[in-house]
């Protein structure tokens, strides 16, 4: 099956600038999730979405940041207006979500590294 | 601070030699699951273990799990040089969405 695509790659802008990522998840996966990853560090959940529906976006900056997920399917995040520290990589994932397994394996993009200059 | 915290944060071993890895958390969990970073790239799932299990294996990769200790470790055994990558674990917590945190990871380098 096909996995997890992102775009852009890369992108270079100036502070103050927007930006977008989109992602398409894996046909049929019901969990769709944005994490921030600076160099050096973990991936850091920003959204997660179950359909279309928000489930968690307890770490988004919502002053600059914002994402969607029109019909359930593709997904993009914004971030405007960019500032330094937004310096990451933009990794997208998606999870089938067995529940009865009590299993929710993700799976991962490339990622798009985004540098504010 | 994070849930997951791994230990070493960098290791260096020569081909052939075992790597292990240790993480942490601090609440209770469904699963704990391990990743692999390879520079530049997203992240590949390697192996998941769940709460009820003590010991998972999947090739050369054997995962335990403590949950009285609250810790897990993933053994890579005869390494190889395509082994070098940042490792993560990676908990799901006991939440109404099965909510993940990411440790900061660990950084292994094998050694040709």
């Known amino acids: 099956e096909a996995g997890v695509a992102q775009s852009p790659r890369y992108k270079i802008i100036e502070k103050r600038q927007s930006v977008a990522f989109w992602c398409n998840p894996i046909?049929?996966?019901?969990?769709l999730y944005w994490y921030q990853q600076i160099l050096g560090q973990g991936p850091k959940l920003l959204i997660q979405?179950?359909?279309?529906?928000?489930?968690?976006d307890s770490q988004l900056p919502k002053d600059r940041f914002s994402a969607e997920r029109l019909k359930g399917v593709d997904s993009t995040l914004k971030i405007q207006p960019a500032k330094l520290e937004d310096s990451a990589v933009y990794l997208c994932?998606?999870?089938?979500?067995?529940?009865?397994?009590?299993?929710?394996?993700?799976?991962f993009g490339p990622g798009t590294r985004l540098t504010v200059l | 601070s994070q849930q997951g915290e791994e230990d070493p944060q960098a290791l260096s071993i020569q081909e052939g030699e075992n790597a292990t890895m240790n993480c942490s958390y601090k609440?209770?969990?469904?699963?704990l699951q391990w990743y692999r970073q390879n520079s530049g790239r997203g992240l590949v799932h390697l192996i998941l273990?769940?709460?009820?299990?003590r010991e998972k294996h999947s090739g050369r990769l054997r995962v335990t799990l403590d949950t009285s200790k609250k810790s897990s470790s993933l053994l890579i055994t005869a390494s190889r040089a395509a082994d070098t990558a940042s490792y993560f674990c990676?908990?799901?917590?006991?939440?109404?969405?099965?909510?993940?945190?990411f440790g900061p990871g660990t950084s292994l380098s094998v050694i040709p």
């Open positions: 994932a998606s999870s089938r979500r067995i529940r009865t397994a009590g299993v929710d394996t993700q799976y």
């Open positions: 046909s049929g996966h019901a969990t």
């Open positions: 979405f179950q359909n279309n529906g928000v489930v968690d």
């Open positions: 609440t209770s969990i469904n699963n």
């Open positions: 273990i769940r709460s009820n299990e």
């Open positions: 990676a908990t799901t917590m006991k939440t109404s969405y099965d909510k993940v945190i």
